[in-house]
T-cell receptor, first 110, second 114 residues
Framework: QKEVEQNSGPLSVPEGAIASLNCTYS??????FFWYRQYSGKSPELIMF????GDKEDGRFTAQLNKASQYVSLLIRDSQPSDSATYLC??????????FGSGTRLQVQP | DVKVTQSSRYLVKRTGEKVFLECVQD?????MFWYRQDPGLGLRLIYF???????EKGDIPEGYSVSREKKERFSLILESASTNQTSMYLC?????????????FGPGTRLLVL
């Protein structure tokens, strides 16, 4: 089992819809959770992070964490074509390095 | 804003050459990382450093070495480049005080080994 799992996609949503991206992790001791966006040919860019169970909102983005079920999700409201990218979930387990999922490719259709 | 810069965006080298990739961060972060990213394989950690002159192997250190002589600079060295080291190389920096472990990436170096 991979430490951090994501569906590779592509996840296709129409413009204006809510995109829901999911991530599960195996280490129950994981402490903090991150979402990165990566455009094709570019480096990952931090969108947001979450430490506590529940929801955290930042503009059109909402991160949701459920430690009991070991999943973290990212909701993108009012999706735009410019949101089309690969979204990487990363988990801080207490090791110095983050553990990354392989990413979910999101396509927002105009 | 955290700024992480990498010495080259694109690099073409020949098999057997020694290759140096440099990374500089401006946020006084203790931790720096080198990853490579390949289609279908995701981000793979090569080496990281948690202090000057300190380093630890990541998941795929074979064929690579690193140097951290100054806090802001972390270099990745390919001792004898091979074609299977053709990849996107990403440097990242991490501070712990305010970001809780978030890593910030440089723009990447796309290396082609012929």
């Amino acid at each position: 089992q991979k430490e951090v799992e994501q569906n590779s996609g592509p996840l296709s949503v129409p413009e204006g819809a809510i995109a829901s991206l999911n991530c599960t992790y195996s280490d129950r001791g994981s402490q903090s959770f991150f979402w990165y966006r990566q455009y094709s040919g570019k480096s990952p860019e931090l969108i947001m992070f979450i430490y506590s169970n529940g929801d955290k909102e930042d503009g059109r983005f909402t991160a949701q964490l459920n430690k009991a079920s070991q999943y973290v999700s990212l909701l993108i409201r009012d999706s735009q074509p410019s949101d089309s990218a690969t979204y990487l979930c990363a988990v801080h387990t207490g090791r110095r390095a983050l553990t990354f999922g392989s990413g979910t490719r999101l396509q927002v259709q105009p | 804003d955290v700024k992480v810069t990498q010495s080259s965006r694109y690099l073409v080298k020949r098999t057997g050459e020694k290759v140096f990739l440099e990374c500089v961060q401006d946020m006084d972060h203790e931790n720096m990382f080198w990853y490579r990213q390949d289609p279908g394989l995701g981000l793979r950690l090569i080496y990281f450093s948690y202090d000057v002159k300190m380093k630890e192997k990541g998941d795929i250190p074979e064929g690579y070495s690193v140097s951290r002589e100054k806090k802001e600079r972390f270099s990745l060295i390919l001792e004898s480049a091979s074609t299977n080291q053709t990849s996107m190389y990403l440097c990242a920096s991490m501070g712990l005080e305010n970001s809780g472990g978030a890593q910030y990436f440089g723009p990447g170096t796309r290396l082609l080994v012929l």
